[in-house]
């Protein structure tokens, strides 16, 4: 994977209904040459699916929680993950270290369906010896996409840091300019 595919991968997470057209003419390649290394990374399996982002709010999912679940024994871990898998109102579960054994990530109507959610199937799977719920007032950054044009370069030399110029240079790939123009004295913002 080189830098080209990294920006058609930022590209493709930002909107993945651009048009390889579109794509080949910010990239600067040919649209064939574009729709070839969207096939390579499809058949690698670097590209997963096509979603659509929804707003929860709009399909009367108000209710945004984290929950962190304890399970008693790592002989558990199966029965508890196939049946969090078969739950839809929990989007993400991860197994984590630390004192929780899983966070869940949940989205519910309200929180007679979050109590509802806990008591009637979280807290009822097997080997599940505690649950500790933190509700979501608001959110200050819900992002799905995993940045892929960060050069090598700067990735290996310091380590998971990025410096600020290419922060800023990612921040430029396929979005508007959003700087301000200079203000004099006497304006406010």
């Not at 991968?9 to 600067?28: C, F, M, S, Y």
């Not at 990374?41 to 108000?62: F, M, N």
């Not at 078969?86 to 993400?92: F, G, W, Y």
Request: hydrophobic share 35%; charged share 30%; aromatic share 4%.
């Amino acid at each position: 994977m080189d830098a080209i595919d990294r920006q058609i991968l930022d590209l493709l997470q930002r909107d993945a209904r651009i048009t390889q057209q579109e794509i080949a003419k910010r990239v600067r390649l040919s649209q064939p040459s574009v729709a070839d290394r969207i096939r390579k990374l499809e058949d690698s399996a670097v590209i997963t699916s096509y979603v659509a982002r929804v707003d929860p709010q709009q399909l009367g999912k108000d209710i945004t929680a984290f929950i962190g679940v304890s399970v008693g024994h790592p002989r558990y871990f199966d029965e508890f993950a196939k049946k969090v898998a078969s739950l839809p109102d929990i989007l993400e579960c991860h197994r984590v270290a630390g004192i929780d054994s899983y966070i869940i990530k949940v989205r519910t109507d309200n929180t007679r369906a979050l109590d509802r959610l806990l008591v009637e199937e979280i807290r009822t799977i097997p080997g599940v010896t505690r649950t500790n719920t933190t509700l979501v007032l608001s959110s200050i950054k819900e992002e799905t996409a995993v940045l892929a044009s960060i050069p090598e370069e700067p990735r290996k030399a310091a380590g998971r840091s990025t410096p600020s110029s290419s922060r800023e240079s990612l921040a430029k790939v396929g979005t508007k300019s959003t700087a301000r123009a200079p203000q004099k004295k006497d304006e406010r913002p």
